[in-house]
């Protein structure tokens, strides 16, 4: 994801124009990601609920995608497929027929746990009417991807904005108009679907050719690079400056879960402590990508935002090092 | 024989057994969750680990360091006033209602293990305990007290002996159902293991506990889960009864150990309900029960 969203980012500053070939296994990559990281999701959103049945079984549906993303890439997941200006390796010729086996098979098995889980008369008393977010404040809150889209807002990189070979083949944008927790599961579960079909389609239809493109003629520095990618929690962006010797003099990316923690307190208030962990877990929360640290005085009520650096100075201290950095 | 010697007998066979059912109820879960899952002794190895860990005491009440001991003495009680495939050892010293007593008294450890650990989560838990208990007792009461009607005596004895010599009515159908979804309730089981909710409330009221006391709740819990069962078992399905007594026991351990592997069943296919909706059952369950309880009255 990231990896992608940042070589785009560096392709748009210095013009380089990544051949379809790259392009097209560059969207193979990222669903295949979004596959693994949407039934990942699945399992612990039952889990939270105490249905460890759900939990184990989405993941090993799940882990068949891991070992033929190990297969094509040498990795389980952070692919490492990416470089500038196209990707590392191809995906061999005789892996086709095994990824198509592989996708069959996953694509049955979930469709055999939607129809279960849409029948559960339990788990729908947990997920419906529950985390409520209304269109309004999801848009109010800028929320992103799926949490988004189970809110009614027709929101897709993908569509909004196409890159990699998503211009050719399309995407269904998955919408659920319930607001709740049931309908972030839908949409995550849709989603997967959809995304079995993209893998398939780009596999037909990608053409021969290279991976990458003439890379020989240096990286222009003060460019700008702006892009973005639709992860599984929701749109990547990355903003980059080139600078001299071919690095980047700037570099900024925003992950999607910071601006879909700030739906959290309307999708929570008033609702029982049970309900809590599943409302947070529902919008697939990633900690590590928020850098953001608050404290707030329960005496004085002042709330004090933490930088990097005040942090930095704070570990210091506590570990004995005078030196600031 | 020696009633008594009965008595420390069942005890005995409470304390070895329930283990034992615990391990075969995690290999039925581990097979249903595509697992291997862990080896069938592994119960006896957990107590063993835990009994053996240094006692911590995090919190300065002294109910806290003994509220697992008493626990566990309050099911042990029971194990001497219940049948489990013949006649109660101790009958003369108590009935069902003895015996719905002490499972309260447990259960009230419990609760003060949550409020005397320094633990928000625990404290969370003990309200929770505190509600099932309000709720699931009635429902067990209600449906003992049901049966107690059509025997004509609040006896275990007498009311398996009638059980066994009577075909099932439509009370003592409805008794038995309702008194198996309270003692998956009992057993801690999904979807109604809201008490402990590990993802929620970190195991609330034994948040706290730990080492030889965590050991003691733990074997608390297993003891509970069989006693229920044999209670279950020995009230509403007594037949076939078998002679000699030894091998109607077997029969009955193997009627507990089916009975146990529906109660996982149901454990996997469920996610884990909200208190207040767990609550609104119960109280559904209890009107369908006094339904029950009026036509056990009528005679029905």
């Known amino acids: 994801m990231h990896s992608t969203a940042y070589c785009q980012a560096v392709e748009k500053a210095a013009e380089i124009e990544v051949p379809a070939r790259g392009r097209f296994i560059r969207v193979i990559c990222l669903e295949l990601e979004r596959i693994q990281s949407h039934l990942l999701w699945l399992g612990i959103a039952g889990h939270i609920i105490g249905f460890d049945t759900v939990l184990m079984q989405a993941w090993r549906i799940r882990e068949p995608v ?50 279960a889980i849409a029948g559960d008369i339990t788990l729908k008393a947990r997920c419906e009417k529950v985390g409520v977010i209304s269109p309004e404040e999801s848009i109010a809150f800028a929320l992103l991807g799926p949490t988004a889209r189970a809110s009614g807002i027709s929101i ?59 890379m020989r003629q240096p990286i222009p520095p003060g460019r700008i690079g702006l892009s973005s990618v639709e992860a599984p929690r929701g749109e990547t962006h990355h903003f980059v400056i080139t600078g001299e010797e071919q690095r980047p003099y700037r570099w900024k990316a925003r992950a999607p879960t910071f601006q879909n923690l700030q739906g959290i307190p309307v999708m929570v208030a008033g609702e029982y402590i049970a309900d809590v962990p599943i409302g947070l877990g529902s919008m697939d929360p990633c900690f590590s990508c928020t850098e953001r640290l608050e404290t707030i005085d329960v005496r004085s009520g002042e709330v004090r935002t933490w930088s990097r650096e005040e942090l930095q100075a704070l570990y210091r201290l506590r570990h004995g090092l005078k030196e600031p950095l | 024989m020696n009633s008594y010697l009965l ?16 391990g075969v109820m995690r290999k039925l879960v581990a097979l249903v969750h595509s697992r291997i899952g862990p080896p069938l002794h592994q119960p006896y190895l957990d107590l063993l680990k835990l009994l053996g860990k240094e006692e911590l005491v995090t919190a300065p009440h002294p109910l806290f360091r003994y509220s697992a001991v008493l626990g566990l003495a309050a099911i042990l009680t029971t194990a001497v006033l219940i049948p489990i495939g013949m006649l109660p050892p101790l009958e003369s010293a108590g009935d069902i209602l003895v015996f719905i007593y002490l499972i309260t008294l447990a259960a009230v450890m419990v609760v003060i293990s949550g409020v005397t650990s320094d633990s928000p989560y625990a404290a969370i838990g003990a309200s929770r305990e505190v509600m099932m208990l309000l709720t699931v007792e009635p429902v067990i009461l209600i ?158």
């Not at chain 2, 008595?7 to 615990?22: D, G, K, N």
């Open chain 1, 66 to 115: 891991m070992w033929l993303c190990e297969k094509i890439t040498g990795n389980r997941k952070l692919l490492g497929m990416n470089l500038v200006g196209g990707v590392r390796r191809d995906v061999p010729r005789g892996i086709h027929d095994e990824l198509l086996e592989v996708l069959a098979r996953v694509e049955k098995e979930s469709t055999a746990v939607l129809a």
């Open chain 1, 156 to 214: 897709d990189i993908r569509v909004d904005h196409p890159y990699a070979a998503y211009p050719e083949l399309g995407c269904e944008v998955m919408v659920e108009q319930g607001c709740d927790i049931w309908s972030r599961v839908l949409v995550r579960l849709r989603e997967t679907l959809e995304a079995i079909r993209l893998v398939r389609d780009a596999l037909r239809m990608m053409p021969d050719g290279p991976i990458m493109a003439d």
């Open chain 2, 7 to 22: 008595a420390f007998v069942q005890i005995l066979l409470v304390l070895l057994l329930a283990p034992l059912f615990e």
């Open chain 2, 143 to 300: 449906a003992l007290i049901s049966m107690a009607v059509k025997a004509g005596s609040t006896r275990f004895g007498e009311i398996m002996a009638w059980q066994a010599a009577h075909a099932p009515t439509f009370s003592t159908l409805i008794a038995g159902l309702t008194l198996f979804i309270a003692i998956v309730a009992q057993m801690a089981r999904l979807p109604f293991d809201i008490v402990e909710a590990d993802q929620e409330i970190m195991e609330g009221p034994f948040v706290e506990q730990s080492g030889p006391k965590l050991a003691l709740f733990k074997w608390m819990i297993y003891a509970k889960q069989f006693i229920f069962a044999a209670v279950f078992i020995s009230v509403f399905i007594p037949w076939p009864v078998v002679q000699p007594a030894i091998l109607n026991l077997l029969l009955t351990l193997l009627k507990m150990a089916v009975l146990l592997l529906i109660v996982g069943v149901v454990h996997v296919v469920n996610p884990r309900l909200r208190i207040d909706q767990a609550v609104r059952f119960f109280l559904a369950l209890v009107v369908i029960e006094i339904a029950g309880l009026a036509l056990a009255l009528v005679g029905s």
